[in-house]
């Protein structure tokens, strides 16, 4: 009998390829064959026809390095154990002759196989059991209905082609079915089972695992953990168990059901689709889907979607189609993002966010964040108290009801304040706002800004650029700022602060403190009742005071005497001005501060200080509290002005 024969391979990565042995190697022995170092290749292929080895036993030693035992083309059983390294090739037989009577007997047999720091194993055509070690292991069935676990470590198991059966153990693998049906377990950690073809079965078990089904009517069960089901085409059932998890169905008609946690139903079309929470079912471009403790929807692609919520708080973040989204009862968050959506948030405190696209934004009841974002959208915070904020382009925001918070962000915004006491900031470009009711704070931003604070006692601040304030009633903080500005306070007793530019100003009814600021300004006063101007910065070389048509009793002719329709007055270092009115009569209009009475009544004479409107060329640019124009005074033609 021949001894036992030993191979040994180098420190590089060697090739072996154990196949048609000579028949001095065939016979009983026990042979060794070593890798040593570098990542080995051990290629077996058993021929019942040429080798028995009856009762023998071979022994591979990978040594070093990532190695591998293959049994590609053998047609037995396998079976490979990598931890306790034995393995055998099963359904031998070999047939005996008796030497006294010459009849044949059958013998069945296993041949044994011992393997030493072996990481890596394929199986052959037959039914493998084929099982892993410590190490992160390559385990692939090739053909057949094979059982594999890789165990410990990150491995990567494929089932092959047959009906397999593949557990991934402890440690982050990656496991694959690829055709057949197959019953495939991720097991603990972070896994990636794959169904391939076939009518798979996967399970996640622990931890955040990701599941895809693949072709045919699969079953997939997340476990606990956040985990992501993909079903694929076909029916298919997913459930996510514990955890939150994303589901897709894919096409076909799929059962989908959340199981516990915060779990989200994903739809991936081109096409459109309805998804109704509330009633637990979809339709459209996909299939026939239903839905179970659902709580979220994504949708993903240009299709466009109508999706409903239920009464929980919802997620609906949808694609880039023309969405419909309806959040109905729970405090909702809800992104349009591309296309032109209308979301509607409903009851509660809901979130929405338009994205690109033109959106329509309601918040319904609740005190609701609505962004449009790009696009020019339109926004209703209704009841509750709102955060509402343009973002980019010419959008169009109300309040409603409750103490709203209003951002124009930039482009040519429009912006209702509603009732409540609301916080207005028109941002760039230039916007109109109308604050509404109650005591608002109101910003124009930059731009050439139109605001009308509406009654209550407001705070408005035009920013930069020309802009337009009516205060309306209650008592009003008005503030140019930069740029050619008309305030005009309305009634109340307010304050009006011109800043730097041209301003002109008119107090309106009831005590009013105004500061012209920086630049040539004009305190102006309408028709109609009137109340006193306390102004603190005139400046005789730069300031007028102007008055509309129809404010004196006397109309304005040649022979109109200036004593029958001002007078000034010194008291110490003031002037008080008093005016005939058509309204009130007699009554004192001003106070001057820090301006001489005689300086005052030469600049009069010298014909620099008053101006007259005599209704010829139609009302003042500020009539009405509607200004128009530039916002200044050059729409008064002054050569048909009367200055005494």
């Not at 459930?239 to 989908?256: K, L, Q």
């Not at 209009?589 to 010298?606: P, Q, S």
């Amino acid at each position: 009998m021949p001894a036992p024969v030993s191979f040994h391979g180098t420190q590089n990565n060697d090739y072996y390829n154990i196949h048609n042995l000579p028949p001095w190697f065939v016979g009983p022995w026990n042979g060794w064959i070593y890798g040593h170092g570098g990542n080995d290749f051990f290629y077996y292929h058993f021929d019942p026809m040429e080798e028995s080895r009856f009762g023998n036993i071979h022994h591979y030693h990978g040594g070093s390095g990532s190695d591998q035992i293959s049994y590609t083309w053998t047609e037995q059983d396998v079976s490979v154990d990598l931890e306790s390294g034995i393995g055998a090739i099963h359904g031998l037989s070999v047939t005996i002759y008796s030497q006294e009577t010459g009849q044949p007997h059958v013998v069945n047999y296993s041949a044994q196989e011992r393997y030493y720091y072996m990481e890596n194993v394929v199986g052959g055509l037959g039914d493998d059991t084929l099982l892993g070690n410590d190490d992160a292991n390559y385990i692939f069935g090739f053909d057949g209905h094979d059982e594999i676990e890789g165990r410990d470590g990150d491995d990567t198991l494929n089932g092959g082609v047959g009906n397999d059966t593949v557990r991934g153990g402890d440690g982050d693998d990656t496991v694959d079915g690829a055709a057949g049906d197959d019953s495939l377990v991720g097991g603990q950690d972070d896994d990636l089972v794959r169904g391939g073809s076939g009518e798979d079965t996967l399970f996640g078990n622990a931890d955040n695992d990701t599941l895809i089904g693949g072709g045919e009517d699969d079953k997939m069960y997340g476990g606990s953990g956040n985990d992501s089901l993909e079903g694929g085409s076909g029916d298919d059932l997913l459930r996510g168990n514990s955890g939150n998890d994303m589901m897709e169905g894919g096409s076909g008609d799929d059962r989908i059901e959340g199981g516990t946690g915060v779990d989200t139903a994903v739809y991936d079309t081109a096409g459109s689709i309805i998804v109704q929470l509330h009633v637990g079912a979809s339709s459209g471009a996909l299939g026939n889907d239903t839905l179970t403790d659902i709580e979220n929807v994504m949708v993903v692609g240009s299709g466009d979607a109508t999706v409903v919520g239920d009464s929980g708080g919802n997620l609906l973040f949808m694609g880039s189609g023309d969405d419909d989204v309806h959040g109905l009862e729970g405090a909702d968050s809800i992104y349009g993002n591309g296309g032109d959506d209308t979301l509607r948030g409903y009851s509660e405190d809901d979130y929405i966010h338009g994205g690109h696209g033109d959106d329509i934004g309601r918040g319904d009841s609740g005190d609701d964040t609505i962004l449009g974002n790009d696009g020019e959208d339109s926004l209703y915070g209704d009841s509750g108290d709102d955060f509402i904020q343009g973002g980019d382009d010419n959008d169009y925001m109300e309040g409603g009801s409750g103490w709203d918070t209003l951002e124009g962000g930039n482009g040519n915004d429009g912006i209702v304040g509603g009732q409540g006491a609301d916080e207005i900031n028109g941002g760039e470009g230039d916007d109109t706002i109308f604050a509404g009711d109650y005591d608002d704070d109101i910003s124009g931003g930059n731009g050439n800004d139109y605001i009308d604070a509406g009654n209550g006692a407001d705070v408005a601040n035009g920013g930069s650029g020309h802009d337009n304030i009516l205060g309306r009633e209650g008592d009003d903080n008005l503030r140019g700022s930069y740029g050619n500005d008309t305030l005009n306070g309305g009634e109340g007793d307010d304050t009006l602060l011109g800043g730097r530019g041209n301003d002109v100003m008119i107090g309106g009814e009831g005590v009013n403190e105004m500061r012209g600021g920086k630049g040539q300004d004009t305190f102006a006063w309408e028709a109609g009742p009137t109340g006193f101007a306390d102004i603190f910065d005139f400046s005789l070389s730069n300031d007028r005071l102007a008055f509309e048509d129809g404010f004196f009793a006397q109309d304005l002719g040649p022979t109109t005497s200036l004593s029958d329709m001002v007078v000034a007055w010194g008291i110490g270092t003031d002037t008080f001005l008093g005016a005939h009115t058509a309204d009130e009569g007699f009554q004192w209009i001003a106070r001057l501060r820090n301006v001489d009475a005689d300086d005052f009544m030469v600049k009069v004479y010298n014909e620099t200080i008053l101006e007259f409107d005599d209704g010829e060329d139609g009302p003042l640019p500020w009539s009405d509290g509607l200004p128009e124009g530039d916002g200044g005074m050059a729409a008064i033609d002054l050569s048909d002005s009367f200055l005494f």
